[in-house]
């Protein structure tokens, strides 16, 4: 039996307090559930099972054990589950939370695949740029960009992309490339701020040089579609993240300028309410973002 099985037998075993019980729930005999502790016991070089007129009692080691294998199994079964559920097709509703811009770039154009593979599953994408409150909205995982802080969610990390200055090629023609980021501050800056009246500031890197820039212009917008409009009309420089711009970007609609200065990069995360268990649903769409969106700088964790 492999390690697994006897972690089986063993947290069996503390629960029931008998190896004949535990024979007869996996229809073993006893002599080899007996020998089956035995090993592990012997693999982990440690007691873990005293005998007792009140039959088995985990040793100290023993304890300890049994939590972290009664954990390690549910997780299995949990996975078994998932698996089996998937297998048998998804069905009823998922409610997904994401940005506008990143969701009609990045995940629309791509859901062909993931609904003709659940042809029994409802997907309700909510397009949102704030922070929607998971529980009440019924959200059942959320797609969000920038660190997060909210304790109160489960985040997975699921990839990373490159921070730009971008511009069109007419705007460079009239105004010319910064040759530093200090330059910014002479062009005309497409200043994006989802919360109204927030500066901005870029921390830029080249090797051990850091420069700090304050975002100033006369052009501020509150959400990355103006952000996006903006720029493709030559309004100005915009600093934002290569997925807001991919196709301008693969085209040469737009250009990226300061090549050899860095930004700290945008990280896209998934979040689920705290405490609930991750469904087969949300399970699948979470693989289907890892697996299938095509993200470049993709760092899935």
């Not at 069109?168 to 530093?180: E, F, K, M």
Request: hydrophobic share 45%; charged share 20%; aromatic share 6%.
């Amino acid at each position: 039996m492999d390690r697994l099985g006897m972690m089986e037998v063993f947290v069996l075993a503390v629960e029931t307090g008998s190896f004949s019980a535990v024979a007869r729930r996996l229809g073993l005999g006893q002599p080899t559930v007996s020998r089956l502790i035995a090993q592990l016991e012997e693999h982990l070089g440690s007691r873990l099972l005293l005998r007792s007129t009140r039959g088995l009692m985990p040793t100290e080691a023993g304890e300890a054990y049994y939590q972290k294998s009664r954990e390690i199994l549910l997780q299995v079964n949990e996975a078994e589950a998932m698996v089996q559920q998937c297998r048998a097709g998804l069905s009823g509703r998922l409610r997904v939370s994401a940005p506008v811009t990143f969701a009609r770039l990045h995940i629309i154009p791509r859901l062909a695949g993931f609904l003709a593979d659940h042809p029994g599953l409802e997907l309700e994408i909510l397009l949102d740029d704030g922070n929607i409150d998971l529980i009440p909205a019924g959200i059942d995982v959320a797609l969000r960009l920038g660190a997060q802080a909210d304790s109160a969610l489960v985040a997975r990390h699921l990839s990373r992309c490159g921070m730009r200055v971008l511009a069109t090629p007419a705007y460079l023609a009239t105004r010319g490339a910064p040759a530093s980021p200090g330059d910014l501050q002479d062009h005309e800056l497409v200043i994006y701020s989802p919360k109204p009246g927030m500066g901005q500031q870029w921390r830029f890197h080249r090797g051990e040089e850091e420069v700090t820039v304050s975002g100033r212009g006369r052009l501020t917008v509150s959400a990355a579609e103006g952000m996006r409009a903006a720029v493709l009309a030559g309004l100005g420089l915009g600093i934002a993240s290569e997925w807001m711009f991919a196709p301008e970007l693969a085209s040469g609609e737009v250009v990226a300028v300061l090549p050899a200065w860095q930004l700290p990069a945008l990280d896209l995360w998934a979040l689920l309410p705290a405490g609930r268990e991750l469904s087969a649903k949300a399970g699948a769409f979470l693989s289907f973002m890892a697996g299938h969106c095509g993200l470049g700088h993709a760092q899935a964790e």
